[in-house]
């Protein structure tokens, strides 16, 4: 009921020791060659026949079901990332860039991102995962993925979908101004008020607030 070791000519029993998803039952026959097996019973309940230097490099880990699982999972990301006419999705190629600003330092934007400390949650490095979160929490083919705290990581409690304004007014940079108990940035402001963003700027460092956005604009003929 043992295996031989050939080294020291003695013989190393595999009964109750576990590779992957097996875990050995019992000796079996030698095949043809003389190689000694061993019937194992998978994580899944199937019992499936493996040669002894198989199990023991780990070439053979379950009885199949494991390559299923990863097959199907490939292909349903590939599924998700796959538009009908056959182009990439706009969610997958977020996904990518997300990580790509986090990760990778020869991104153009690392610096931004990665190089600060930003990074991308775990749960996200599988596509699927963060697909079905984007699905949940109203992504549409118009909205940017936007994060909450700015100094904060891409994760599902620091994150929304936002439009191109909501999410430049929460840049790290963005001045933000009160008035009359309202806070906007400076862009959000001048058109509010119907006013160039610039002659706002100018006004706001030469003059108080009230006469900045009070004062009619004088137009030069």
Excluded at 16 to 41: A, E, H, P
Excluded at 132 to 155: E, F, H, P, V
Aim: net charge positive; charged share 30%; with cysteine.
């Amino acid at each position: 009921m043992e295996e031989e070791n050939r080294t020291t000519n003695k013989l190393i029993n595999l009964t109750g020791q576990r590779f992957g998803r097996l875990t050995v039952i019992k000796r079996d026959k030698n095949n043809d060659k003389g190689q000694s097996r061993w019937i194992c019973r998978c994580d899944c309940g199937n019992e499936v026949t493996v040669l002894s230097h198989s199990l023991r490099s780990l070439n053979t880990s379950s009885c199949g079901c494991l390559h299923k699982e990863l097959l199907v999972k490939r292909n349903s990301t590939h599924a998700l990332s796959i538009g009908e006419n056959g182009h990439t999705v706009r969610l997958y190629h977020i996904w990518m860039r997300m990580k790509q600003r986090c990760r990778d330092s020869n991104s153009s934007d690392y610096y931004c991102y990665g190089g600060r400390g930003i990074s991308v949650c775990d749960e996200w490095n599988d596509y699927k995962i963060f697909h079905d979160w984007a699905m949940a929490n109203g992504y549409q083919d118009s909205l940017t993925i936007d994060r909450k705290d700015n100094n904060k990581g891409y994760s599902p409690d620091n994150c929304r979908w936002a439009t191109n304004t909501e999410q430049a007014r929460n840049k790290r940079n963005n001045n933000l101004i009160t008035y009359h108990g309202e806070t906007k940035t400076l862009t959000e402001w001048s058109l509010l008020l119907g006013m160039e963003g610039s002659i706002l700027r100018y006004r706001l460092k030469n003059w108080d607030i009230e006469r900045s956005f009070t004062e009619p604009v004088r137009r030069h003929k």
